[in-house]
């Protein structure tokens, strides 16, 4: 426990040192613009340039942070349906490594094009939980790779932390997206709903996959077959009760009559 805490404390204050000169490097470059900029800024027109960075920004972000982890995570679960030591269990556990790797780096040249092209003033909730969420993203990296072996004491705790982390970062991931395309709307006066919608169309998917993988055997046994959604018949349920009779041991036939059903 001690370690991990070490680990997390260590890769925080990592970020923030190889993060810190880059705000300050930019923060400086804004106090020296000329003042037609600031005027520029107030009436929400940007260059082409910068109209073109902020959209780069959003699709990494969007890519990384609202794709690639999700899903990362949706991989994770179906391993552990899967016999431990198989070879799909294995394909499956280290795509999930490969999505998240990738999904860090993505986030990382996201958080690197922000801090060298944008204001960095950090008055608004989009840059504050950006800032937040690109520190997380490295300490849940580092976390997963210093993963103990299983059998240890330390694994339980290990496997509360990383997946809480992962979780709770793939949430807030998702809510700055929104808050970003909120940002672009107001900082460029451009429509920002048909990527809401896409966005949110994504979102639902993979929330609907999520709540089906744990829930996916319990509906099959309720009749319905999720690749056809083909129900069982009344036909199919009569031959099953009938093969049910068959199996069942016969009782031996005695004679009827009104005396014996009144003294039995």
């Keep these: 426990m001690q ?17 810190l000169p880059l705000v300050g490097c930019s923060y400086h470059e804004e106090g020296n613009q000329p003042n037609d900029k600031n005027t520029e800024e107030h009436s929400h027109k940007l260059s082409p ?8 920004h959003g ?7 609202g794709f690639l982890m999700p899903v990362g995570i949706l991989i994770i679960r179906m391993s552990v349906r899967e016999e431990r030591g198989t070879t799909r269990a294995r394909v499956l556990f ?11 780096l993505l986030a990382t040249a996201g958080a690197v094009m922000s801090l060298r092209n944008f204001e960095n003033s950090f008055n608004n909730n989009h840059q504050r939980l950006g800032l937040a969420l690109y520190g997380a993203i490295w300490v849940q990296a580092l976390i997963g790779f210093f993963r103990p072996h ?17 979780t709770l970062i793939s949430l807030v991931g998702i809510i700055n997206i929104y808050t970003g395309l909120n940002a672009y709307h ?4 451009r429509s920002s709903g048909l990527w809401t919608l896409l966005f949110t169309a994504e979102v639902s998917f993979i929330a609907v ?38 199996l069942l041991p016969q009782q031996p036939c005695g004679k009827h009559n009104a005396l014996k059903n009144l003294f039995d």
């Design 94 to 104: 280290y795509l999930h490594v490969i999505l998240q790797m990738l999904s860090v």
């Design 209 to 246: 996959y999520y709540l089906i993988q744990d829930k996916r055997e319990y509906i099959q046994k309720q009749g319905v077959i999720l690749g056809n959604l083909e129900p069982i018949t009344q036909d199919q349920e009569n031959v099953q009760r009938q093969n049910q009779k068959e």
């Design 49 to 56: 340039q910068m109209t073109s960075n902020v959209t780069v």
């Design 186 to 189: 107001k900082r460029t006066q």
């Design 3 to 19: 370690t991990s805490l070490k680990l997390a404390s260590l890769a925080i204050s990592t970020c923030y040192v190889l993060l």
């Design 150 to 166: 299983r059998g240890k004491k330390e694994r339980s705790f290990w496997y509360m932390v990383h997946w809480m982390l992962g």
């Design 59 to 65: 699709l990494l972000s969007w890519f990384s942070m």
